[in-house]
């Protein structure tokens, strides 16, 4: 029997991989003998640990990537390996040049349209859904659709899974404070994610307020100073521990597992709860495309606000010009996104989630 060797390249960020895994949770479906292999940034490989669908994992570090002599030596490598497939999701200059010299028979990407190199990257270029038809969002909809369009695929599954050992059920490191447990994400993963920091402590303030619990901050470990700051800013610190925390991908997605709800800017902190079948709310920065990343949200156990949805003539009126401006000052249009408009949509969420918990 020939075992087909099948690369998926997806050097992005935390919540990218972990949407991308979806492609080896229904690949295996078509080739259940296939050994599939992720390649990815470091920092990601925590949410893909553990998944029985994936076979191997390449890392590498993203400052590493980026200089020429190592991606030759990474796509020697590659090439090396002899895939049969690769699937290039983000479909970016270093992953085509991959997927260029690999020799792999089907290489399979989105078509870019804007790109000046006409190479054939691919063998199979694909398109890019015009809008999303499912609940899963647009971006997972285009993920399973590189598999659709070349091999078919029935019953597809559109929800990334986050697989836990028994020992890393165990963990729980929540069990002596008082419950319910609400994680916080209190800063995105760029400027263009993040909320104003008084913005977030009025929206924290409400919590602990209105409901009884304790608060963690969720954040990563070179923003501990900004977190500190928006602690600062918040009342009721005796509800709010900050000594609960996980500096790594796999110690946030053991302790998120122990926690009753999660309430964050977009991000992967966001994409990692909803594999965990933990409730979300998500506040969206007016720059993500809501459309590509709502996955599965019903206005029950995952829930959002985006700026677009509540004030749409503010996006009309800007010139292209105005935008690039905007966001290179990334509380332009937060300051539009109140912690009234924000817990307008909050308090039904809370309310329905947290009613035994209340004040």
């Not at 000046?116 to 909809?141: D, Q, V, Y």
């Not at 263009?192 to 913005?199: C, E, H, I, L």
Request: hydrophobic share 35%; glycine share 4%.
């Amino acid at each position: 029997m020939i075992v087909k060797q099948i690369l998926v390249i997806q050097n992005k960020r935390i919540g990218d991989v972990l949407i991308s895994s979806v492609i080896a949770n229904n690949i295996k479906k078509v080739f259940p003998q296939s050994e599939v292999t992720y390649f990815v940034y470091d920092y990601t490989t925590g949410v893909l640990e553990n998944n029985p669908n994936i076979d191997h994992i390449i890392s590498v570090q993203e400052k590493v990537l980026k200089k020429p002599l190592e991606l030759m030596k990474m796509v020697r490598r590659i090439r090396k390996q002899k895939f049969d497939i690769i699937f290039d999701p983000y479909s970016k200059l270093q992953s085509r040049l991959i997927c260029l010299f690999s020799k792999a028979e089907t290489r399979i990407g989105f078509k870019r349209a804007h790109k000046t190199l006409k190479l054939p990257f691919f063998t199979h270029p694909i398109n890019f859904a015009e809008h999303r038809t499912k609940s899963c969002g647009k971006a997972i909809e285009d993920r399973i659709n590189m598999i659709e369009s070349v091999f078919g695929l029935e019953n597809p599954e559109y929800a990334p899974k986050i697989f836990l050992t028994a020992e890393e059920k165990k963990y729980n490191p929540v069990s002596e404070v008082k419950k319910p447990v609400i994680m916080l994400g209190v800063l995105g993963s760029t400027p263009q994610k993040s909320m104003p920091y008084n913005y977030i402590a009025k929206i924290i303030n409400y919590i602990t307020k209105t409901y009884n619990g304790t608060i963690l901050f969720n954040y990563a470990p070179h923003q501990k100073p900004e977190a500190q700051k928006i602690y600062e800013l918040c009342d009721n610190k005796e509800q709010i521990n900050l000594d609960i925390y996980e500096d790594s991908i796999r110690g946030f997605i053991k302790l998120m597992n122990q926690c009753d709800l999660l309430v964050s800017n977009e991000g992967g902190s966001v994409h990692i709860t909803k594999a965990l079948d933990v409730p979300t709310f998500t506040i969206y920065s007016p720059y993500v495309n809501k459309e590509h990343w709502c996955s599965f949200e019903d206005g029950n156990d995952h829930d959002s606000i985006h700026l677009l949805e509540e004030k749409p003539d503010l996006f009309n009126t800007f010139t292209l010009e105005e935008r690039r401006k905007i966001e290179e000052n990334p509380d332009a249009l937060y300051q539009k996104l109140t912690p009234e408009m924000i817990l307008e949509k909050l308090k039904p969420f809370l309310e329905l989630h947290l009613n035994t918990a209340k004040k």
